[in-house]
C-alpha cells in the first residue's frame, strides 16, 4: 500500500469550533500537520501571521493565484483565503495525513480535484448557538457578525456533500468524536 498521507478538510460556520478542535487535535497527532492558509483578512487581537494565517496584501493574493501556487482559494466576508499548495503536496509526500480548515466553496474545489479527500463538517445544533458564539468571540464588528451568520445559514447547506458531521455542543465530546474520525481515516503505511 502507498505511504502516502490523507487529504482531510474540516469545514463548518463561524463559530462552530472547527479552530480550536483542529488546533487541539494537531498537539497530539503527531502524523497529521494543519496547513497555514494564506489570507487578504487583517489579523485580529492575538493572531500572529505563519501560525493562524499568512496575512498578506491583495497583490500578493493576486500573485500566488497567477503562478497557480494555491490549491484552491475563495472569497468569504470580504476577504480573499486560499490554501498553499506546495505546503500541501510535500506533506501528502512525506506521508503525512493533512487537514485543511477552509470553507465550503473551497471544500468543494478540493473534492473535485482530489477524489480520496475525506470531509468533515463540525456544526452546533442550532443558529441560535452560534450567534452567540459569535457575539462571545467579540472580535468582529456587528456589521461583519451579520454577514457570518447570513453565510453560516448557506453553509449549513452544503453538509450533504460531506462524509462525516460532527455536532460540537460539548467540546470535549467534539474533540474525541473527532479525533476518532481521523484515526479511523487516516493513511495507512
Ligand atoms: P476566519 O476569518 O473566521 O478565520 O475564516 C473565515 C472562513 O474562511 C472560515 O470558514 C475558514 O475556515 C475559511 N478559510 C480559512 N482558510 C481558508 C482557505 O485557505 N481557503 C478557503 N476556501 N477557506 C478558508
Not at 463559530?15 to 502524523?31: A, F, R, W
Not at 470580504?78 to 493533512?98: A, I, R, S, W
Amino acid at each position: 500500500m502507498s505511504n502516502r498521507g490523507k487529504l482531510f478538510i474540516v469545514s463548518g460556520p463561524s463559530g462552530s469550533g472547527k479552530s480550536s478542535l483542529v488546533s487541539d487535535i494537531i498537539n497530539e497527532l503527531n502524523d497529521f500537520v494543519r496547513s497555514v492558509s494564506v489570507t487578504t483578512r487583517p489579523g485580529r487581537g492575538d493572531e500572529v501571521s505563519g501560525n493562524q494565517y499568512h496575512f498578506i496584501s491583495k497583490d500578493e493574493f493576486d500573485r500566488l493565484i497567477e503562478k497557480d501556487m494555491l490549491l484552491e482559494w475563495a472569497s468569504y466576508a470580504g476577504y480573499q483565503y486560499g490554501t498553499p499548495k506546495d505546503f500541501v503536496n510535500e506533506n501528502l509526500d512525506k506521508g503525512k495525513n493533512v487537514i485543511l480548515v477552509i470553507d465550503v466553496q473551497g471544500a468543494m474545489q478540493v473534492a473535485e480535484k482530489i477524489k480520496e479527500t475525506y470531509l468533515i463538517f463540525i456544526t452546533t445544533s442550532s443558529l441560535k448557538d452560534l450567534e452567540e458564539r459569535i457575539r462571545k468571540r467579540g472580535a468582529d464588528s456587528s456589521e461583519e457578525m451579520k454577514r457570518r451568520l447570513a453565510i453560516a445559514t448557506r453553509e449549513l447547506d452544503h453538509m450533504k456533500h460531506y462524509d462525516c458531521i460532527i455536532v460540537n455542543n460539548n467540546y470535549n465530546e467534539a474533540l474525541l468524536n473527532l479525533k476518532k474520525v481521523l484515526n479511523s481515516q487516516k493513511g495507512r503505511e
